[in-house]
């Protein structure tokens, strides 16, 4: 009965149409309003408020931030935890733990929009790389620095007085931080490939800390760090772009991964190549004549070649020119003293 019912219901609109179509008059179509246009777009406020997006605007989104996996990169942040939990203990005199929450794909623009203010956002360069990354520092693990730097009491939650910038002793105590923070991340990069994180500035407006397009993938680590009773959150931005040049490297699954290539064969190969016996060619000259001329050759014709005997003569190997020499004797036979090798082997 359901079946029957949908299809009278088709049968009616396609009445309606016919009438508006003959007379003008009809009612038509059935016509969308506002809010749901808004829905289909992905446009609707009432939707719950919980940053959930539908409609079109969803489709976009999902296309969006759906990327690759990079095993290797997971790799890599493991090896920063393990380095920095040493590092920060010895920068801190105090007993530090990091721990990595998650690592996700995000996009620039959405990740700038969602850092919580006030933090400090360090801009650093990878040097072999020729490209940006961004280290996030909450207001937390600021002031958490701050006070244990300073010598403040074990017990005792780090004060934070919000509302003001961040003094100069602030930021610098921050930039100590961050530094040996780049320096555990180029470490841990080493056995993938040797890079260098330099500190190229402090910003506190994430306006200004702007090192890709809005759209452009990103991958995020969120690591934790506390220290005792006190800590904060670290946060560690990478463009796609700025991965690139080791992309293939962190598509592997371990380390030194081959990709099917097997280096027992290609030594095989090599060697039999080198043993391999070639035909070379000695060119006096070459002269280039009509169709017609040679047609017309005959027993006993002559070939006047532009050479003497002193000139030099190209050695080939099929096409390829190799070497340049001159001709002479050497024990009775017809020889030629190679005088300049024209390919690099």
């Known amino acids: ?121 360090s801009v650093f360069k990878a040097e072999e790389w020729d490209n ?21 009491r074990r017990g005792t939650a780090a004060m934070r007085i919000e509302g003001r910038p961040y003094t100069t002793i602030e930021r610098n105590l921050v930039e100590r931080m961050v530094t040996v923070v780049l320096s555990d991340l180029s470490a841990a990069f080493d056995p993938l490939s040797p890079v260098t994180f330099r500190f190229d500035r402090l910003e506190t407006n994430p306006r200004f800390a702007t090192i890709a397009r809005p759209a452009n993938a990103a991958v995020l680590a969120r690591l934790r760090i506390d220290m005792e009773d006190r800590g904060g959150r670290l946060e560690l931005m990478l463009p796609y772009a700025t991965l690139e040049p080791v992309r293939e490297l962190l598509l592997q699954m371990f380390m030194g991964e081959k990709f099917g290539r097997d280096s027992i064969w290609e030594t095989h190969l090599a060697n039999e190549l080198w043993a391999t016996d070639i035909e070379l060619e000695a060119v006096l000259d070459q002269v280039v004549l009509s169709l017609n001329d040679v047609l017309n050759w005959k027993p006993g014709t002559r070939l006047l070649l532009n050479a003497s005997p002193k000139s030099t003569i190209d050695m080939r190997c099929g096409d390829v020119p190799l070497f340049v020499g001159g001709m002479g004797q050497r024990n009775g036979n017809i020889a030629v003293k190679i005088n300049q090798k024209l390919r690099k082997m």
Request: charged share 25%.
């Open 132 to 152: 940006y990354g961004l280290l996030v520092v909450d207001s937390a693990l600021i002031y958490s620095i701050v006070d244990v730097l300073l010598g403040g």
């Open 1 to 121: 009965m359901a079946d029957d019912d949908l299809a009278a219901e088709w049968e009616a609109m396609a009445d309606d149409d016919e009438d508006e179509d003959v007379g003008g008059g009809g009612t038509g179509a059935r016509v969308l309003n506002q809010d749901e246009i808004d829905s289909l777009l992905g446009f609707d406020e009432g939707a719950g408020g919980d940053g959930d997006t539908s409609g079109i605007q969803a489709i976009v989104n999902s296309a969006l931030v759906s990327y690759e996996r990079l095993p290797m990169l997971e790799v890599v942040f493991d090896r920063l935890v393990r380095m920095m939990s040493t590092s920060l203990r010895n920068f801190t005199s105090d007993n530090v733990e990091v721990s990595l929450d998650n690592i996700t794909s995000i996009r620039f623009g959405d990740y700038l929009n969602s850092i919580p203010l006030p933090a400090m956002l």
